[in-house]
C-alpha cells in the first residue's frame, strides 16, 4: 500500500515513554484508516525511539521516526517544522493529536505551516461521504442541550484534530508485536531554535478526581441555593471527590482542575452526582461513561436528566441536607 | 530596552449568557444576538503582563482585535486599563472565520504596525476555546511561539526565560525576541481600570481597519478562507434517562437511596 493518505497520530513521548493520551488515539485511527481505506501510522519525534515497540504493541503499523538527543525535550520550532516536512512528504488525509498542553500546540503550528484544517478538542470521529469521496467528520459539543455540531474540512489536506483526551480507550496491549519503522533523518542546523526548551521539572499532578470512585459535582445553582458546605459534607460521606462546572470555577468556589468537561476532566467514576447544573454538552461531555449518574436540579426539563440513570426534581436547599443526613445514617449502618 | 508590544484580545459572550446562545439550525451559525458580551478574561493577563513589561522596560502598547463593530467596547476598555493604541480590524468579510483566518487577519494586522518585539495573547477564548489563534498567528508571522507560559522574566539583549506549563509540571524556555506568547492566568493578578482611565478612554480613537483598507485578499479571510466548517448539527442520543423523582424531600431521597443500591453506585 502507498504511503499517501494515512491517518496518522502523533506519539507524544515523555523521557521516550509514550503519553497513554497518544495511544488513546489508536483505535479510533484505525477504525478511520478502516473506513477511508487507508491504514494507520504514528510520528515519533524525540531523543531516541528506543521505546517505540510499544507503539507497535498497541496495534499501530507503521512508525514514522524522527530522533535526536537535542529532541528529547519538546522543541516547539524543530517539532513543528519536522512535522510539516513529514507531512509534505507522505501527504496523510488525516492527522490526529491528543488535546494535551504540548498538542494544542503543535497541531495550530502544523496546521498553519501546510494549510491544513484543525478542529480543537473533538468528543468523535467518523466518516461520511462527500462528492465522490470520504470525509472525517469531526463532532465537538455545541450551544444548548445536547446539540453536538459535525465540523469538516472539505478542500484542504491534510484534515487535522485534536481529541480530548480521556474520551477514547486504551486499546489492549499484545507483547512482542512488531511493525515497520520508517526513518528520517534529522539535521539539527536546518531546524529553528530561536526557542529552546532546556530543562523539564517535574511536578507532583492531583490526579484525585480521575481516580476517584465517586464524584459530587456542583453546578452554578448549589452557588444559587447556598449550599456549597452540604456539597462538601455530602462527598466527605461518600468518600468521593468535590468537582464543579465551570461557572461553579469562575466564580472561585471549585479549584480550576476540579472543573468536569470539554476544557476541563473528563472522569468515568462508580457513581457521578451532579447538584445544580443544567446539563450542557460542554459538561456532560466530561463524565458521560460514569457507571452511574445521579442529579438533582429544580428544573423538571433540565438536560441533565437526560443523561442521568436517577434523577430528583427539587430544591437543593431542601433536598441535599435530606440526603446527606440520610446517606450519612445509610454508610454508618454500613460501618 | 524598549518594547512594542502587541496584544491580542477578543470580544466573548458573557458566560452567564452562555444557555442563551443558540445554533441557527437552518444557517448552521451561532447566534449571540442581545448577549452581553465582555472581554475575553484569559486575555485580561495578556494585557496584565504587557503593562507590567511596559512599566518596566518602557515601549508601546497595542492591543489589536478582529470583531464585529461591537467590540469596540473592548478596546475602549483596553485604553482605559493603559494601552497606547487600540486596533479593531473589522468587516462583514472577516464575518466566519475559523482560527487559521482569523491568525491570517491579525498577522496581516500586525504586519502593519512596523517594528513589534512581543505578541501576547490569552491561552484560549471562552466561546471557542480552542487557543489554536497564538500558535497560529506565530507561524504565519514566522516568529518562534511559547505556549501556556505561566512564569517570564526578559533579560538584556532581549532573551526571555519562560516556565511553560505541561502535564505533571513545566518546561524551562529560553528564547530570543520577537516572540509570541500565550500567558495563563497563573502568570499575574490582572488590575481593575481606574476611573480616570476609564474617563480618559472616552475621548481615545479606536481604529478601525477594513480588509480594503488592509489590502487583504477577501479569500484569505472570514469564511472564504476557513479550510474548516460547520457541516451539520445533530442531537446526541442519550437513551440514559431514569427515573426521575419528585416530592416530599423525605420520601424522594428514600427512594433515591434504594435506586441506587439497586444500581450498585453505593457500597
Ligand atoms: C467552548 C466552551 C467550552 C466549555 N467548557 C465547559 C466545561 O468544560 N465545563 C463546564 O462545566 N462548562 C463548560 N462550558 C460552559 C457550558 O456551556 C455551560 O455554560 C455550563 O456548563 C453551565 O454550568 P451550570 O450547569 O453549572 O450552570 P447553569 O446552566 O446556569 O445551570 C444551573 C442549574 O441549576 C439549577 N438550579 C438553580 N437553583 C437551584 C436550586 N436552588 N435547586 C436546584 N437546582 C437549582 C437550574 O435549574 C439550572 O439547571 C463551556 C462553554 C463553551 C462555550
Ligand atoms: N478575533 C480575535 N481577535 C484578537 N485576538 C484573538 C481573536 N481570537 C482569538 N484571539 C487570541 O487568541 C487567543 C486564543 O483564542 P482561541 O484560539 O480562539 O481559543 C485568545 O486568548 C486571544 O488572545
Known sequence: MSSKNEIWIWAEQRQERIEPSSIELIEKGKELAELLSSSLAAVYIGGSGERIEELFEYGVPKVYLLHHPELVLYQGGPYSILFSRLVAKYQPQVILMSTTYLGLELAPRVAALTGAGLTAHCVDLFVERHKDGHILVQVVPGWGGNLMVKIVCPERRPQMATVKAGIFEKP???????????????????????????????????????????????????????????LQKLAETLKGAVAGTRPLVDAGLIAENQMIGISGKTVNPRLFISLGASGASHFTTGFLKSKVIFSIDQNPNAQIFEVSDLGIVGDLKKVLPVLVDELERYMQSRG | MRLNIVVCIKQVPHPEHFHEIKLDPESQTINRRGIPAILNPPDKHALEEALQLKERYGGTITAVSMGPPEASQIMEEAYALGVDRSILLCDPLFAGADTLATARALAIGIQRLGEVDLILCGTHSMDGATGQVGPQLAEILGFPFIGFVRKMEIQERGTVLAERTIERGYLKVEGSLPLVLSVTKEINTPRLPTVIGIMEATQKEIYTWDTKELGIDPALVGIEGSPTRVSGIFERRLSRKGELLQGDPEEVIRKAIKRLRELEALR
Open chain 1, 172 to 230: 489492549q496491549r499484545r507483547p512482542g508485536a512488531s511493525g515497520e519503522v520508517v526513518s528520517n533523518p534529522v539535521r539539527l542546523d536546518e531546524l529553528d531554535w530561536r526557542v529552546k526548551a532546556i530543562e523539564l521539572i517535574e511536578e507532583e499532578e492531583d490526579r484525585s478526581l480521575e481516580e476517584a470512585d465517586v464524584i459530587v459535582c456542583g453546578g452554578w445553582g448549589v452557588k444559587g441555593a447556598g449550599v456549597m458546605d452540604d
